[in-house]
């Protein structure tokens, strides 16, 4: 029967596993379900692992059950077949050595589950590549069954279980129907929710800082081209005013300012390709967090913090230019011809 867990042990697993494998990104079943449909079991199992980051090549077959001569690999109410076995090599490295793919693992599943869902299929499928994963990591817990279901919430692969940890069979007959219930895996549905609900909550709060932080990204790429259109407009009037400078009646108060204005230019001379290459800081910066796919929760969203200070920083850096750039556009309005003045008040206005 699915075993009950106390609060505090699945607390202290799930902390463990939280800082051995990080809480991984949910997995979308469709593909996962159409493969399955479709009989393609390798190919579904296939996007389990690399979603989960196994670099063997997992082999899948389905079986014969007296080829399964192994314990029970997933609980059932009354078992009566072996449901799965993975054969992993005894001399197995550990996770990251190159030699690694030099060592195919294979998954056999019994005939029996041809009959049962797609969804108790993808669930036994979780099970067995968390046997792995936690092997090629030597987790202290690795032949614990019910760490094993831990870990898959953990993984990302909670739904494929929350789906198909029961599966019902109807049997009609002429007097009444039959309902039979089995379940797959260790633990109880309270446990199970309970992990599965307490491992949501974290990654959900996770990514909602890491879209925080990629608008944050936007807005500072926004800003930047904001920033090159308004040095385009002034060094262009500034030119233009540089030319016809003896012809201009230029207040005594704005003289000086231009003497500032062309000092910026002298000072700044590659102030766009500064712009270019900030632009290109924060692009890779979007891409960094976009593929962050994983979170430790024992960073603290360090990570976050850390892309968050290198944006502020560069964003403080460009926006005191910024400001000034904006204050001598008002001061050329005032000396150059028509149409460039209403291009002018036209950027001001746009930025």
Known sequence: MPIKLERDYIDE??????????????????????WISKGEINK????????????????????KGKE????????????????AQIEIPPNLPVYGDPTLRNFPIRIKLNNELKHKSKEVIGCVLAHENTHLILDLLRYQGQYREVDIDLATIVLGLGDLIKKGRTYTETNYNFFYTQYRTETFGYLDEESFNYAYRKTKALYN????????????????????????EIYNCFNENLNWITKNVTSLKIQPNDSQKFVAMQNFIFQQINFLDTLTQKNKIVDELS???????????????????????????????????????????KIQVKCIKFIPKISTIITLVRN
Do not use: C, M
């Open 287 to 329: 891409i960094t967090v976009a593929n962050r796919k994983i979170y430790y929760p024992s960073e603290e969203y360090g990570f976050i913090t850390r892309i968050n200070t290198i944006i502020n920083n560069e964003f403080n850096n460009i926006k005191e230019n910024y400001d000034l750039l904006k204050q001598w556009l």
């Open 44 to 63: 579904a199992n296939k996007i389990i692992t690399e979603h989960i980051g196994i670099p063997n090549p997992v082999d899948v077959e389905f079986v």
């Open 13 to 34: 697993t799930l902390k463990n596993l939280y800082t051995l494998l990080g809480i991984h990104e949910k997995l979308p079943l469709k593909e996962i379900y159409r």
């Open 205 to 228: 709060s996770y990514n909602k800082h890491k879209s925080d932080i990629l608008r944050e990204i936007e807005k500072f790429k926004s800003f930047l081209k904001r920033t090159r």
């Open 68 to 83: 399964l001569i192994s314990s029970s690999l997933t609980e059932r109410e009354k078992p009566s077949f072996i449901v």
